[in-house]
């Protein structure tokens, strides 16, 4: 229709004009990814340990060893006593503390129970929880050690009746062998940033207008509630074409993190994925009677519980059945599983049948919402 | 200028008016904005809303272009009524909003393009009616320069040539002179006149009087009611029975102080730094004058003068704000 | 500066943030409620993991061993497969976190106490959760293993064996592990935060939009009044809005604060007057409220959420980043946070952080001048 070509040339015309927000729209993406994709990492690796070996004897060098070459655990301090341990952890040095009483070597040798402390800094509950789970393997294995050196005394008799039971479990990861929680999160990051430039943009598209007067001219024209929306969003939907390339491009060459799934899907699920995005920003725009309105309608009802709950870091499954319903209504939660199952997993469309449905439904409803909502009038 | 596109409602030969308002109303919450105003425009005559700000009168425009849905009563717009078919009646007329609602950051084409655009020219007519709104606008030249560069009086006319790129019948324009030096309105009068000659219906708002005496007719509104209606020769006939003196007096405020206690006088009013009397008989003057003098003031002359329509207004509306007949 | 023409503008934002009660009421009510919603949701546990069973043997031992799995809190059965091609797509579509499959002849290894392997494979997109899952896997097997051995020595008649390492982990500052310790405060940060820098950012540039900014330049009143006057009023919200949601952190959550309230009021409050400063400070680098909404939000919404400690650790992000890091003041309230509520230690502890904020708040209240200055020239 030609009343939509106007509205998206004036609109073009109008973002052209702004010096600060094209470069800001086209640049801030890439350098959001490379700053957080490198951020977000969640391995717990290298944590930081205070080593206090008050026994210096072979044995406890050698567990003091086995700690150290797990490759979970680096040397962060040595101190001589438990209390510079603990300081240690409270001034936030470490996050544990492994501490070998004087006993400790003799106690072994002597078939006695050996004391061993670990402390953990349980304001950080997750490397504190992993720590202590490999801590706790590290010390498992010890321990069969010793008991196999220490059944050496026995009769032998005795010994053949004993049954040395070991389950290993051989463990096969799909999808990100090297457990990279880049590979993990450089999607995600992605998508958050997609979701919150779409969001931002849109959301001042109406109102706007509304604040400066020039609303009130335009619904004085023939022009439709349609026409205005269409005209409204088509400008976005381009340019985000143009961001998705551009993150695209950017993980590759940062990250070398690439598509295992079809390019054209993600694309187009992508697209999917930032109308409905953009087609929430616009329907607050609608409502909010204020700039200020719109911008803390959607930073805070829609951006921060989007980033927070759909699924980013904080899994879903563990959230309560009343909060888990509400993010039903974010398209952010399915593009999540949408871009991680093509970024990690290579599913097709097939798999993410059920995603795109949402999206599309999300997507279509906010649109016909927002048209609706629109009034040519000026209550 | 080319005849009006929708010259059935612009013509002579219409039956009926261009605009008929029957008990329009509009309330917001306990607040009534426009109580029961009623009244007709003529086609191709340019009728003014008059009023201080806060009267109804931009309220009353809103509601005949469709942007406000009336409480109660009705209305028509070439013959369409207001309330049953909004978007008919945008069709046809044009609107330039208190605030010139221009893009600033478009430029001078680009707002003329965009509006035409939307209002369904085809582009052969869009560059014909660009060049005719630049030329009208005095905006040769400056075809490339931002709505916001541009200074009042340009910006004016530009907003009310966007508003009649479609040759609409009628146009509606709601303060469109505010802000603007004098020669500017004093232009763009000159431009209302034209169209009004050739056929187009102008209603316009504005709190300037001055500009008030251009108009066909008239109609006074005070907190949301009308308190006058007519042409300005009629109210100024009628509204003021009587006459007004023009009297040069040392001191404005202590004469207008001085005159308050005399009973002949009717009404008093400070008009810069002279006074105007208002009386019911002209041999009232000398009682004026008297009361003036001992008072203590000089008075430097005094004379009868033609009452403009700011008398009248004062006389319709006292300081308190109540409307007096 | 003139204490009048200070309080004169503050007067007139309180009398237009009045007028405007919906801006009031997000300011005030809207911190407390995304706490609630947030906190409730959000944890780090790795816990009901979704596993998938193939058993190939089932023995009583191969019964038992899948026992010890579910009486863990950590995974919950969903499916019990009977062919191993059902594993990859379930694993592809993302129902199932692990599939564990028991070999034929388990129960028989582990009664001659011969070494058995069963299989696990795992969704390794998250490999953060993975690597958990894992760790858990290996734990229960290597504690199933550990069991049976002793089983089978208290059969042998072998008495005495005490187990050979002793072994007390103990936890400081927050023994039950519970993410909500750790958690909170970072969800205090990244909401005082948005709160803040969105109040002031948008003050200055409405008025630059609708046109009042230059009345405001015409008249005597000087830029650092005038950012202060503007500032006030939000710095009131802002504590009030902090003060509901560190008592609801307390009362809802249990997060206790350890250490002294004084210090967390202190520093909260530097923190408030940095944020707003910044928000300010946004305001005058930007021509319209969608530009400097825009700028708010890339500058602060993302990379607090990332970048403060809130849940990535800095020691695995590369040099660079960390340094950015250190720009973000949210990352020095989240460490003056959870060194006073968490550990509940003293100032001496996050000294270091209370600068690092009073540097920051003068900094975007110094730019903030400044660039007001040059533009009212």
């Not at chain 1, 006695?112 to 402390?117: F, I, R």
């Not at chain 3, 519970?178 to 405060?185: D, T, V």
Request: a positive charge; one cysteine or more.
């Amino acid at each position: 229709m030609r009343t939509i070509r106007f509205i998206i040339r004036k609109e073009f015309q109008q973002l052209r004009r702004d010096r600060r927000l094209l470069p800001l729209i086209f640049l801030s993406p890439v350098l959001q990814i490379a700053l957080l994709g490198y951020a977000a990492n969640m391995d717990v690796k290298d944590i930081p340990l205070a080593v206090c070996d008050q026994d210096h004897s072979v044995e406890s060098r050698q567990l003091v060893t086995s700690f150290l070459e797990s490759g979970s655990y680096v040397a962060a301090a040595y101190v001589p006593d438990a209390a510079s341990a603990e300081r240690s952890i409270e001034q936030g040095k470490s996050s544990l503390a492994l501490v070998i009483p004087p006993e400790f070597g003799r106690s072994l040798t002597g078939r006695k129970a050996a004391p061993l402390q670990l402390l953990a800094d349980g304001s950080d509950s997750q490397s504190a929880a992993i720590g202590l789970t490999y801590a706790t393997l590290i010390v498992s294995r010890a321990q069969t050690a010793q008991a196999a050196a220490r059944l050496l005394g026995l009769d032998p008799r005795v010994l053949s009746q004993i049954k040395a039971v070991q389950v290993d479990p051989a463990v096969r990861v799909l999808y990100n062998p090297t457990l990279a929680s880049r590979n993990f999160m450089v999607p995600g990051v992605l998508a958050l940033i997609l979701m919150v430039i779409t969001t931002i943009l849109t959301s001042q598209a109406i109102v706007k207008e509304k604040e400066l007067g020039t609303l009130e001219q335009l619904i004085v024209t023939p022009i439709t509630p349609r026409q205005l929306i269409i005209g409204k969003l088509a400008p976005f939907v381009l340019i985000s074409l143009v961001i998705i390339t551009v993150v695209l491009f950017a993980s590759l060459l940062l990250f070398g993190i690439a598509v295992r799934g079809s390019l054209l899907v993600l694309y187009a699920l992508s697209l999917l994925f930032m109308l409905s995005s953009l087609g929430i920003g616009l329907f607050v725009s609608t409502v909010a009677r204020t700039q200020q309105q719109a911008m803390m309608i959607s930073m805070f009802f829609f951006m921060m519980p989007m980033i927070i709950l759909s699924g980013f870091v904080f899994p879903i499954e563990s959230m309560p059945p009343v909060i888990q319903a509400v993010t039903y209504i974010f398209p952010l939660r399915y593009y999540f599983v949408i871009i991680r199952g093509l970024f990690l997993k290579g599913v097709s469309f097939a798999e993410l049948w059920r995603e795109t449905a949402a999206l599309a439904a999300i997507g279509i409803f906010v649109i016909a919402a927002s048209v609706l909502r629109f009034r040519k009038r000026l209550e | 200028m080319s005849q009006p596109m929708d010259a059935g409602t612009g013509s002579a030969t219409t039956a009926g008016p261009a605009i008929r308002a029957q008990e329009l109303t509009k309330r917001f919450g306990p607040f009534v904005a426009v109580d029961s105003v009623s009244f007709e425009v003529p086609a191709g005559s340019i009728f003014g809303l008059l009023g201080a700000n806060g009267a109804g009168k931009s309220t009353t425009i809103r509601m005949l272009c469709g942007l406000l849905a009336p409480t109660s009563g009705t209305a028509t717009v070439a013959g369409i009524d207001i309330a049953r078919n909004p978007e008919g009646v945008k069709r046809r007329i044009g609107y330039m909003s208190q605030r010139f609602s221009l893009y600033n950051d478009l430029t001078v084409e680009e707002n003329i393009r965009f509006f035409g655009g939307v209002y369904g020219l085809s582009d052969r007519e869009l560059v014909e009616r660009q060049r005719e709104t630049v030329r009208l606008a005095g905006l040769e030249g400056r075809e490339k320069l931002l709505a916001r560069e541009l200074s009042g009086g340009w910006k004016q006319r530009l907003a009310l040539g966007c508003a009649m790129l479609h040759r609409p019948g009628i146009v509606f324009l709601d303060e469109p002179t505010g802000g603007t030096d004098p020669i500017s309105r004093r232009l763009f009068w000159d431009v209302i006149n034209e169209l009004a000659q050739a056929g187009t219906t102008v209603l316009v708002t504005t709190h300037y009087l001055d500009e008030a005496e251009y108009c066909n007719e008239l109609v006074l509104m005070h907190a949301g009611r009308i308190v006058a209606q007519g042409s300005p020769g009629v109210l100024k006939r009628e509204v003021i029975t009587g006459s007004v003196f023009e009297v040069e007096c040392s001191d404005p405020v202590a004469g207008m102080s001085a005159l308050r206690g005399v009973p002949e006088v009717r009404e008093t009013a400070i008009f810069a730094t002279r006074l105007h009397v208002s009386l019911d008989r002209d041999q009232d003057i000398e009682t004026a004058l008297a009361a003036l003098r001992s008072a203590g003031l000089s008075v430097s002359g005094h004379a009868r003068i033609v009452p403009s329509l700011e008398d009248v207004f004062i006389r319709l509306i006292d300081r308190n704000g109540a409307a007096t007949e | 500066m003139s204490r009048m023409r200070i309080a004169t503008i503050m007067v007139k934002e309180l009398r237009q943030i009045s007028r405007d009660p919906a801006t009031l009421g997000v300011l005030l009510v809207v911190p407390l409620f995304l706490l609630l919603m947030f906190g409730f949701a959000i944890s780090l546990d790795v816990k009901h993991i979704q596993l998938a069973v193939l058993d190939h043997d089932t023995t009583q031992y191969s019964r038992e061993f899948l026992q010890s799995f579910l009486h863990s809190e950590y995974f919950d059965l969903k499916l019990v497969l009977d062919r191993e091609n059902q594993i990859d797509g379930l694993l592809d579509e993302g129902k199932v976190l692990v599939a564990m499959v028991i070999p034929r002849g388990f129960g028989r290894d582990v009664a001659n106490g011969q070494r058995v392997e069963i299989q696990a494979i795992v969704d390794g997109s998250n490999g953060n959760t993975a690597a958990t899952a894992i760790g858990y896997v290996q734990a229960v097997a290597a504690d199933y293993s550990q069991r049976a051995f002793v089983r089978s020595l208290e059969r042998a008649g072998v008495t005495g064996m005490k187990t050979a390492i002793d072994f007390q982990p103990r936890v400081l500052f927050n023994p039950e592990l519970r993410s909500a310790n750790f958690l909170i405060p970072g969800l205090i940060v990244l909401i005082l935060m948005m709160t803040a820098v969105l109040s002031t950012t948008l003050s200055i540039v409405r008025e630059k939009e609708r046109g009042t900014m230059e009345q405001i330049s015409v008249s005597p009143v000087r830029p650092l009044e005038l950012i202060v006057g503007k500032t006030v009023p939000y710095l009131f919200i802002s504590l009030v809005a902090a003060a509901t949601i560190l008592a609801a952190s307390r009362l809802l959550f249990g997060v206790t604060v350890r250490g002294s309230w004084l210090d967390l009021g202190i520093v909260t409050l530097i923190f408030l007057f940095g944020c707003l400063g910044f928000g300010v400070l946004l305001s005058t680098l930007s021509d319209s409220q969608q530009v400097a909404f825009l700028l708010a939000s890339l500058l602060t919404l993302l990379p607090t959420f990332i970048l403060s400690g809130f849940v990535f650790p800095f020691r695995n992000m590369p040099w660079i980043i960390q340094a950015v890091s250190y720009l973000l003041p949210g990352r020095y309230y989240l460490a003056a946070l959870r060194a006073i509520m968490v550990k509940g230690v003293g100032f001496p502890a996050f000294g270091n952080q209370v600068l690092a904020l009073l540097i920051f708040a003068a900094a975007t209240g110094g730019l903030s001048v400044l660039r007001l200055r040059r533009q009212g020239e």
